[in-house]
C-alpha cells in the first residue's frame, strides 16, 4: 500500500441528517412499483408521488431545510393536505422546471404529462383552524401516449422544452406553447426505457433501456439513436447521469450475476472507460453528479449513500453517509440553492418510510469568508433558449451563477476547454423563408431573458481540438415554412414542395453533421488515450 494519500479538498465531506422537525413526517408516498425516484426538488418545493385513493396524485410541499424548520408549517402533515390529482391513475414521475421554481411537470400510468404552477400563497394559513386544503390544478394537460408515462424530463438550456418516455418506448419532446404534437419522436428502443438524461447543453440526450443497451440521440432530428453500445448485462433497473461537461456518461445497473455496478463512458463513441463492482445487494442504485467532481450513488432498499471524486478517468471512494433507515427514493437539490455559509456543497432528500428527509453534504471547514474552491458556478435559472430557438437548430451555453455574489454567464465565458469549430453558414434558400415563431409559453406570469447567441458548442474535450470537415450547411438551419398567401393555386403548391424538399434536405444535412462530429469525439478520446498511454510507457 502506497504511503501516501491522494490530496483532496473532499477528503473529509460528511453528510449531517437534519432533526425530525426540520423535515416531514406523516408522508403517504406511492406504493406503485415502476422504478422511479419518488421525489423532485426546486429551489423552492418538493414534490413526493402520493398514495391517493381514485386516481393518482403528488404532494407539494415548501423545501425543507437540514438547518432548520420551514417557517410557520409543521413537520408532522395532517391527514388530508392539498394534492395535485388531475391524473386519473397513480403518478410515476415528477420533475421541476430548471428556469422556474415553481413549474412542475408530472408523468402518470394513465398516458398523460401535465403542467402546474404552484402560487406562494397555496401555503398560506396551511394548518389552522379555518384552513381548507384547496387541490392544485394543472396549467396544462397533454395526451402524450395511449400508454404510461415513465419518465419527464425538463431541458436544461431551452424554456417550456420537455421531454417525455412512454410505454410505447419512444421519448418525445414538446415545446408547452404548442402541445397539439410533440416537436421531436426518438424511436428504435426494444424495451422499456428506464432513465434519460440531457447533456448540459441539451445537444444531446442518453437512455437505458431494459434490452440492456446506452443509446446516444440527437433530441431535435428525432428517429433512431446516433450511437448504440452494450451496457449493464442485467437487464434490471439501469440508470444514466452525465458528468458535466467532462464528455462522459455514468451509468449504474446489473451484471450477470447481479453485481451492483457502476460504469464512465466516453460519448464520442461509446467506449467503455472505467467499470467498477460495488457490491452484490438487490437496489436499483440512483446515481446523482455534482458539478464539484462527485458522484453521489443511493441505493434503494440501502440506508447508506456513497460519494466518490472523479480523476484521471477514475473514481476515489470519499466516504459514505450511513443510516438505519433505508430509503425508497431519493432527489437532490439544484446547486444554486445550497447554504454555503455552512460550506454545503450537496443537498440530498430522502424518502423513507413516511418521512422525507434533507440530508446536507458539509466540507467541515471554520471560515466566515465565502470558499470559492470547493463552489465552482452552478446552473442559473435563466434559460439560454427558447423553445422555437432550440426545435429551429439554435445552440447555446448554459447560463451560470457564481454563488458567491449570484452574477449570472455564460459557460463559455468561465471554461477553457477547446470547442468543435462551427461550420460556414448556410446559403440563402429561394424563396425566402419565414422563421417558425412560437406562441407565448405556457407559464404567462414567468418573464424570460433574451437569450445570448453564440457559437454552437457540441461536446467539448480536454485536448486540442481535431479540424473536421468543412460544410456548408450551418448547425442552426431555419425550419423553412411555406407563405402564407400566394397568387395561384398551382403557384401555392409548387413552392410547398419546395419547401418540404429544402426542410428535408436541411434535416438530413444536420443528421451528417452530427455524425461527423461525434466521430471527430471518437478520435479526440483515442488520441487522448494513446497520448496517455505513451506517457506512462
Not at 258 to 274: N, P
Not at 283 to 310: C, H, Q, T
Not at 350 to 358: H, L
Not at 464 to 486: F, G, K, M, N
Amino acid at each position: 500500500m502506497s504511503r501516501f494519500v491522494r490530496a483532496s479538498k473532499y477528503r473529509h465531506v460528511f453528510g449531517q441528517t437534519a432533526k425530525k422537525e426540520h423535515g416531514y413526517e406523516n408522508v403517504k408516498v406511492s406504493g406503485s412499483a415502476w422504478d422511479t425516484n419518488l421525489v423532485s426538488a426546486s429551489g423552492r418545493y418538493i414534490s413526493v408521488n402520493w398514495n391517493a385513493s381514485g386516481g393518482g396524485a403528488f404532494a407539494i410541499l415548501p423545501l425543507p431545510s437540514p438547518f432548520a424548520a420551514v417557517p410557520n408549517f409543521s413537520y408532522k402533515l395532517p391527514d388530508v393536505i392539498p394534492l395535485a390529482r388531475s391524473h386519473t391513475a397513480p403518478v410515476l414521475d415528477t420533475d421541476w422546471s430548471p428556469h422556474n421554481d415553481s413549474i412542475v411537470a408530472s408523468g402518470g400510468e394513465d398516458g398523460k404529462v401535465m403542467i402546474w404552477k404552484v402560487e406562494s400563497s397555496a401555503f398560506e394559513d396551511w394548518g389552522q383552524d379555518h384552513w381548507v386544503p384547496q387541490d392544485f390544478d394543472p396549467v396544462a394537460r397533454i395526451d402524450a401516449s395511449p400508454r404510461k408515462i415513465g419518465q419527464v424530463l425538463f431541458h436544461p438550456t431551452a424554456s417550456n422544452v420537455l421531454a417525455s418516455a412512454s410505454g410505447e418506448h419512444t421519448v418525445k419532446l414538446w415545446d408547452l406553447a404548442d402541445t397539439d404534437r410533440p416537436r421531436s419522436v426518438l424511436t428504435g428502443h426494444n424495451d422499456t426505457i428506464q432513465c434519460l438524461a440531457f447533456n448540459p447543453t441539451g445537444t444531446l440526450m442518453a437512455t437505458t433501456c431494459r434490452d440492456k443497451k446506452l443509446r446516444l440521440f440527437d433530441p431535435r432530428t428525432g428517429g433512431e439513436a446516433v450511437r448504440i453500445t452494450e451496457a449493464h448485462g442485467g437487464i434490471k433497473g439501469a440508470r444514466v447521469v452525465w458528468m458535466g461537461d467532462l464528455n462522459k456518461i455514468v451509468t449504474t445497473g446489473f451484471s450477470k450475476m447481479s453485481d451492483r455496478q457502476v460504469s464512465i463512458w466516453e460519448t464520442g463513441g461509446l467506449g467503455s472507460v472505467k467499470t467498477m463492482t460495488i457490491d452484490q445487494s438487490a437496489g436499483v442504485i440512483m446515481p446523482f453528479w455534482s458539478d464539484n467532481g462527485i458522484l453521489f450513488l443511493a441505493g434503494k432498499g440501502d440506508g447508506n449513500i456513497r460519494y466518490y471524486e472523479y480523476e484521471s478517468d477514475s473514481l476515489f471512494a470519499l466516504a459514505e453517509h450511513k443510516s438505519p433507515d433505508p430509503q425508497r427514493g431519493i432527489c437532490f437539490l439544484p446547486r444554486r440553492a445550497l447554504n454555503v455559509s455552512d460550506c454545503e456543497i450537496a443537498r440530498a432528500y430522502k424518502v423513507s418510510g413516511s418521512s422525507v428527509e434533507p440530508i446536507a453534504f458539509i466540507v467541515p471547514r471554520k471560515a466566515d469568508s465565502f470558499q470559492s474552491d470547493i463552489y465552482p458556478a452552478a446552473a442559473s435559472s435563466e434559460p439560454s433558449l427558447s423553445a422555437s430557438e432550440f426545435f429551429a437548430g439554435k445552440t447555446a451555453a448554459l447560463k451560470l451563477v457564481s454563488l458567491e455574489n449570484g452574477a449570472v454567464f455564460n459557460a463559455a465565458q468561465s471554461t477553457s476547454t477547446s470547442s468543435v469549430p462551427a461550420p460556414a453558414p448556410a446559403p440563402t434558400p429561394a424563396p425566402a423563408p419565414t422563421a417558425f415563431n412560437a406562441p407565448p409559453p405556457v407559464a404567462k406570469a414567468v418573464t424570460m431573458p433574451a437569450p445570448v447567441s453564440q457559437a454552437p458548442v457540441v461536446l467539448r474535450s480536454e485536448s486540442a481540438p481535431v479540424p473536421r470537415p468543412a460544410s456548408p450547411i450551418s448547425e442552426s438551419p431555419v425550419i423553412l415554412t411555406p407563405p402564407t398567401q400566394v397568387d395561384g393555386g398551382g403557384k401555392a403548391t409548387v413552392l410547398e414542395a419546395e419547401v418540404d424538399r429544402l426542410n428535408s434536405e436541411l434535416r438530413a444535412a444536420r443528421e451528417k453533421i452530427r455524425n461527423m462530429e461525434l466521430q471527430v469525439e471518437g478520435l479526440k478520446a483515442n488520441a487522448k488515450k494513446a497520448a496517455q498511454a505513451l506517457m506512462e510507457a
